[in-house]
């Protein structure tokens, strides 16, 4: 398993080799229109003099009070922020792995890919499509998997604040303790469980007739068996990412992960297209007799 990841590393730099810059601007470009958008939206409060919240905790107070106008336009502007970023923000990142995936095939690509879901409604409304049910997937799993471990740390905290002194301060923190766990076993179920979406893009990118629920179901499907070897592929960049919160390394991180995972997300694509039956037993490192070798996606 690690000599597959260490030569996906190594491929990945590679398809990088002269594609730096076009992988710099086109993560450069996605940061600036999620800033861009925030920042309006910033200034428009600013502007019409709006609250940026509202207190969910006083709501009926809220309600009754004169500032209620501003309140309900404070929180219209942050859902308008929302919707405005998704809709912008989504082609471009599907774009932006178009281009990643195509690089890794053909070894370059323009560019003006990054546009290409702007090029066609079915195209562009398709990616929104997809991402959302993607992500309303992963909210209700997120929901499911961290909820008990944040209420019951949550709870316990709260219990503390009121009454610091108490008789029961040990078994609060106790409670903490075992939140805590709990929501860092949820988070790892959590992550595990995300990994079932993470191919759907590229099948989609690869197959534009694929309809969306296609595309997850495949998705699914692909990464049943190599989930715990996409965990650690994944894992192993994380110490990567706290180095990129230092700010400009991220500029070099996050292409060199987005590379990666598309020649794995391509390598796993070809060999579970390629061999149905098998399904890439231990992500397909076992020498099947009498079949083709799969393609090298060395550069």
């Given at each position: 398993?690690?000599?597959?990841?260490?030569?996906?590393?190594?491929?990945?730099?590679?398809?990088?080799?002269?594609?730096?810059?076009?992988?710099?601007?086109?993560?450069?470009?996605?940061?600036?229109?999620?800033?861009?958008?925030?920042?309006?939206?910033?200034?428009?409060?600013?502007?019409?003099?709006?609250?940026?919240?509202?207190?969910?905790?006083?709501?009926?107070?809220?309600?009754?009070?004169?500032?209620?106008?501003?309140?309900?336009?404070?929180?219209?502007?942050?859902?308008?922020?929302?919707?405005?970023?998704?809709?912008?923000?989504?082609?471009?990142?599907m774009?932006?792995l178009?281009?990643y995936?195509?690089?890794?095939?053909?070894?370059?690509?323009?560019?003006?890919?990054?546009?290409?879901?702007?090029?066609?409604?079915?195209?562009?409304?398709?990616?929104?499509l997809?991402?959302?049910?993607?992500?309303?997937?992963?909210?209700?799993?997120?929901?499911?998997?961290?909820?008990?471990?944040?209420?019951?740390?949550?709870?316990?905290?709260?219990?503390?604040?009121?009454?610091?002194?108490?008789?029961?301060?040990?078994f609060?923190?106790?409670?903490i303790?075992?939140?805590?766990?709990?929501?860092?076993?949820?988070?790892?179920?959590?992550?595990?469980?995300?990994?079932?979406?993470?191919?759907?893009?590229?099948l989609i990118?690869?197959?534009?007739?694929?309809s969306?629920?296609?595309?997850?179901?495949l998705?699914?499907?692909?990464?049943?068996?190599?989930?715990s070897?996409?965990?650690?592929?994944?894992?192993?960049?994380?110490?990567?990412?706290?180095?990129?919160?230092?700010?400009?390394?991220?500029?070099?991180?996050?292409?060199?992960?987005?590379?990666?995972?598309?020649?794995?997300?391509?390598?796993?694509i070809?060999?579970?297209?390629?061999?149905?039956?098998?399904?890439?037993?231990?992500?397909?490192?076992?020498?099947q007799?009498?079949?083709?070798?799969p393609?090298?996606?060395?550069?």
């Amino acid at each position: 398993m690690h000599i597959l990841h260490r030569k996906i590393k190594a491929d990945a730099l590679r398809a990088l080799s002269g594609n730096w810059g076009k992988a710099i601007a086109s993560t450069l470009l996605f940061g600036s229109i999620c800033a861009f958008f925030f920042l309006l939206g910033k200034f428009f409060a600013k502007l019409l003099d709006l609250s940026s919240t509202m207190d969910l905790l006083h709501i009926t107070t809220e309600l009754r009070s004169e500032n209620f106008l501003s309140e309900f336009l404070a929180v219209f502007l942050v859902l308008f922020e929302i919707i405005a970023i998704f809709v912008i923000a989504v082609p471009i990142f599907m774009g932006i792995l178009r281009w990643y995936s195509h690089t890794v095939l053909c070894g370059c690509e323009e560019i003006t890919t990054i546009f290409y879901y702007f090029s066609k409604p079915k195209l562009f409304f398709k990616s929104l499509l997809l991402v959302l049910n993607i992500v309303c997937r992963k909210v209700f799993w997120g929901l499911i998997c961290l909820t008990p471990g944040g209420l019951v740390g949550g709870i316990s905290l709260y219990i503390i604040s009121l009454n610091s002194d108490g008789q029961d301060l040990f078994f609060a923190k106790l409670c903490i303790f075992v939140g805590t766990v709990l929501f860092l076993a949820g988070l790892i179920v959590f992550w595990l469980i995300g990994l079932r979406y993470s191919l759907a893009c590229y099948l989609i990118i690869k197959e534009e007739t694929l309809s969306v629920t296609r595309c997850i179901r495949l998705s699914r499907q692909y990464t049943l068996k190599p989930r715990s070897d996409l965990f650690r592929f994944s894992l192993s960049f994380l110490p990567f990412f706290i180095v990129s919160c230092f700010l400009f390394p991220i500029l070099f991180v996050l292409p060199y992960y987005l590379m990666s995972f598309s020649i794995y997300a391509q390598y796993l694509i070809e060999q579970n297209q390629r061999y149905p039956d098998s399904l890439m037993e231990s992500t397909g490192t076992a020498k099947q007799e009498k079949r083709e070798k799969p393609t090298d996606f060395s550069f």
